[in-house]
Every structure is written in structure tokens, then in C-alpha cells.
């Protein structure tokens, strides 16, 4: 068996490194001309890091990123919500990390590159199209490094791991249209900064109207270390609003930033000092798309947030990446027929993931500030007396019964 992939993210490498696992023969199409070290901060939760683990990339994750030791909640005005510890120290087997999102990528092509070989990957080629028969399917690229000459390639499956803006999506789904915007403005940035109470821990200040993310993701040097922050504050109804145009990683003006960013406390943390010290702020709306009644067509199937985009809530959008990989390179392995392996993928991960999607909109676990603020705009003396114990552990417990994959071993060669 051949699989083609498109997509060189997190999504597409985990899959090509599981497939390779299991003795599947890959090849990786990637629309830039290299893996580059770009975007800010994200969390990778222990389902998915269990995975990772099980392809023995624990040691470079360590070397790379940070194992997070716990996560407080807060209001806007800095008044503590819920905190709770997370991986090893919550009783997971595998840590969760914080983490640069290029350093990941990066990490992931690196250990692909060794396993698979460098001719398993084309750089520059962007997807055009595609043709199926009984045996087998013809993907069609543009190769932007040869001056946008044609190219195809042959295999059995083709995996369209290629984001929010999927080109498969949109031709199985041409009157979808643009994504789906919340009326949320992110802007995101990290920068080297000093290191707040163990400098192992993560900080959210505010619920899905407006909100301050703080968490570091790297390994502190000499008192400071890496800091990436989060401004999200609701801008627009998305109803009668579209997104600002070239929101997607535009690069911010930092006195914009600034305005919105005075709006949050976090005990212990200077987020104007911070806010001021990044170099490059990027701009992304808030977005996600509806979740789809089939993913896959004949040989071709969708993954990550080609199948399914959600709200970067929860810590779950590369974690849920992760997670189908796993489901794919498993359901290949056993079937007896391609098209009976991507049937099985696909009838084990889009339900889960369409459950996702709603809980994100909802506010994930998070949502017990949104309860909170709701209940007492103007802050509190006592969080118990707002919303007692029980029910914010009942919002914020529920959802990682969602979202969890299941691990079993696996043999890397």
C-alpha cells in the first residue's frame, strides 16, 4: 500500500510517522519549500503526547518544549477560578507540554526525515486536483519551485492534511464557504521573559468575550524563558460581521494589542511589560467550520483541521490532529482494502471530533470563568459562594471525557 499525504503539519507528519510504523509505505506533499520554525505557542495534551511517546519522540520533546505542571483559571481581574495540575502530575503516564508550535514541526519532519528518507517528501507542490479508479488514485500538483509546472503522483490513498483551507474539502464541499468566525480577534505572541511563580505553569485570565492566555514553552535559562501570551477579545457580532480581511497571521501594531491587553490581571505578571517586550504580535479571527457528514471519498480522505477546525480551546486542535493519525495508520493496518481502512478511521474519529467542535464553541473547559463572570462581573470574595465546588468541577471535568483517544503499543522500527 502507497498513501500520499498532503500537509507537512502536525497532522501530516504524525501520520506519515504512524504509517511508517506500520510498515506503510508513504509520501508527503508539502505546499512550502521547507519546514520552517514558525507560529507561537501551543498545548499538547497527554492523549496525544501518549501517542508521541509510543513513537519514542519523548526525549526530543523534552529537549524542545515543557513539561506543564498545572493550570490555574482566573477572572479578568486576576481572582482565581479553578486550578487544577496537569500530565504527570495530575496521575497521567505522559506529561503534557507546552510548547513552540514550528518547534514541534520541526521535531516531528526531523524524526520522519530519519525514518522515511528524504525521497518520501516533495516540497512545493500544492494540490490541484485529483482522479480515481478501481486502482488506485492520481493526485495532480503545481510545483512552485519549478516555475508552477505540473506534477503527478500515484498510490492508493490519498490523505489531505492541509488545514482550515483544505482543497479537497473544497472541492467534496464547494458551497461551504469561508470559515465560520465567532466575532473573536486573537492576537498571539511570545517572547523571553521572566519566570512566573515555577515557570511550569499556565494561566487563563478571562472567558470566551475576552481573554488573557499565559503559559511558558521552553525550559527556563538564567530566570527567564520563553512566554507565549494570547489576547482574544470579541470584536463583532459574527452574524452580520465577516473577519477582518487578511486576519489570518497578519502582523499586529502593538499599540493596537496594548489597548485590549490592559483589560486583564494576572497576579505576579506585567502583561503590558510583556506585550511590549514581543517583537512580532500575529492577528488570527477566531474560526472554525461545521462539522461534515463524511470525510472521506472513495481514496481520498480528510485529516486535522481539514476534517475537522475547531476553536483553539481546550488545548485539543494539534492534540485531536495527533489522535487521528493514530485512528488512520491503525485502520490501514488491519484492512483488507483501503477503502474499508478509511471507512473504519472515519467512523471511529468524526464523531468524536464533531462532539469537539460543539463543546469548543460552548467554551470548553473554560467555561466555568465564563459561569463565573456571568454570575459575579465585578469579581468576588469567595469563588464557593459565586459557583460552588461541585459544579465547577463538573464543567471543567466534563470535557476531557470527550476528547481522549485510546493508546495501545506500538512496535516503531
Known amino acids: ?91 497521567h503516564p505522559v506529561p503534557q507540554y507546552s510548547i513552540h508550535r514550528g518547534r514541534l514541526q520541526k521535531l516531528l519532519f526531523d524524526a520522519a526525515l530519519e525514518r522515511l528518507g528524504a525521497d518520501a517528501f516533495h516540497f512545493g507542490r500544492s494540490l490541484s486536483g485529483f482522479m480515481q479508479d478501481e486502482g488506485g488514485i492520481t493526485a495532480h500538483f503545481v510545483d512552485s519551485l519549478k516555475g508552477g509546472t505540473g506534477e503527478v503522483a500515484r498510490g492508493d490513498i490519498l490523505v489531505c492534511a492541509d488545514g482550515i483551507h483544505s482543497v479537497a474539502r473544497r472541492i467534496f464541499y464547494p458551497d461551504e464557504g469561508a470559515p465560520k468566525w465567532n466575532g ?28 488573557f492566555v499565559y503559559y511558558p514553552i521552553a525550559s527556563p535559562q538564567d530566570g527567564r524563558v520563553l512566554t507565549n501570551w494570547v489576547v482574544n477579545v470579541k470584536l463583532a457580532d459574527a452574524a ?29 505578571v506585567d502583561i503590558e511589560g510583556l506585550v511590549a517586550a514581543t517583537s512580532q504580535i500575529f492577528e488570527y479571527p477566531m474560526c472554525d467550520r461545521d462539522p461534515l457528514p463524511r470525510w472521506t471519498f472513495g481514496r481520498v480522505t480528510l485529516l486535522g483541521d481539514a476534517a475537522h477546525p475547531m476553536y483553539p480551546v481546550g488545548s485539543n486542535g494539534a492534540s485531536q490532529a495527533i489522535l487521528d493519525a493514530r485512528a ?56 464557593n459562594l459565586v459557583l460552588p465546588h461541585a459544579e465547577r468541577e463538573a464543567i471543567v471535568r466534563g470535557y476531557p471525557t470527550a476528547t481522549k483517544g485510546k493508546s495501545a503499543p506500538l512496535n516503531v522500527p
Open 1 to 91: 500500500m502507497k498513501v500520499m499525504i498532503v500537509g507537512g503539519g502536525i497532522g501530516g507528519l504524525t501520520a506519515a510517522l504512524m504509517l511508517h510504523a506500520r510498515g506503510i509505505h508513504v509520501e508527503l506533499f508539502e505546499q512550502s519549500p521547507e519546514i520552517r520554525e514558525v507560529g507561537v505557542g501551543i498545548n499538547t495534551l497527554p492523549h496525544a503526547i501518549a501517542e508521541l511517546s509510543a513513537l519514542g519522540l519523548l526525549p526530543a520533546l523534552d529537549r524542545v518544549g515543557l513539561r506543564t505542571r498545572e493550570l490555574i483559571y482566573l477572572n479578568r481581574q486576576g481572582q482565581e477560578v479553578w486550578r487544577e495540575l496537569r500530565g504527570l502530575h495530575a496521575g
Open 328 to 383: 488512520l495508520a491503525d485502520a490501514l493496518a488491519r484492512s483488507s482494502h483501503p477503502r474499508q481502512g478509511l471507512y473504519e478511521y472515519e467512523r471511529e474519529r468524526l464523531p468524536k471530533t464533531a462532539e469537539i467542535v460543539h463543546l469548543n464553541r460552548k467554551g470548553g473547559p473554560e467555561r466555568v470563568i465564563d459561569a463565573v463572570e456571568k454570575l459575579a462581573p465585578a469579581g468576588f470574595e469567595d469563588v
Open 240 to 268: 452580520v460581521s465577516p473577519p477582518p480581511k487578511d486576519s489570518w497571521s497578519r502582523p499586529a501594531p502593538r499599540a493596537e494589542v496594548m489597548s485590549f491587553a490592559r483589560r486583564f490581571h494576572i497576579p505576579g
Open 184 to 211: 473573536v480577534i486573537m492576537w498571539r505572541g511570545a517572547a523571553e521573559w521572566p519566570v512566573w511563580q515555577d515557570g511550569e505553569t499556565m494561566a487563563i485570565g478571562g472567558g470566551m468575550g475576552a481573554k
